[in-house]
């Protein structure tokens, strides 16, 4: 069984910055790729970010490119996203997910999740 736990999320204002963490369990948790997914009220869960096991190579949505930074600490069995220069629109539950297999971009190709952590930007 693969346990993730999301924190890290509250309430800031516009421009304000969080990081997020995403620990998993398991001694394999870091040979997978990891990403992010946010779920605003009333929208389908979008991607936001994934990295690959070594952390070599990651990718970001176009909406969080040059604000989020997506990372990874494999001694703590940790993923990080750095949320900076935050806009209401980023406001949204994030998940964290473990890659399955296909498409990085796509939910359905993450098979294990999070519960989730709000994030709330206010204007």
């Known amino acids: 069984q693969v346990l993730l736990v999301e924190s890290g999320g509250g309430l800031v204002q516009t421009g304000g910055s969080l990081r997020l963490s995403c620990a998993g369990s398991?001694?394999?948790?870091?040979?997978?790729?990891v990403g992010w997914f946010r779920q605003a009220p009333g929208k389908e869960r979008e991607f936001v970010a994934f990295i690959r096991f070594n952390g070599a190579h990651t990718d970001y949505a176009d909406s969080v490119k040059g604000r989020f930074t997506i990372s990874r600490d494999t001694a703590k069995n940790t993923v990080y996203l750095q949320l900076n220069s935050l806009k209401p629109e980023d406001t949204a539950v994030y998940y964290c997910a473990r890659h399955a297999g296909g498409n990085f971009y796509n939910a359905g190709a993450y098979v294990y999740w999070g519960q989730g952590t709000q994030v709330t930007v206010s204007s």
């Open positions: 398991g001694r394999s948790f870091n040979d997978y790729v």
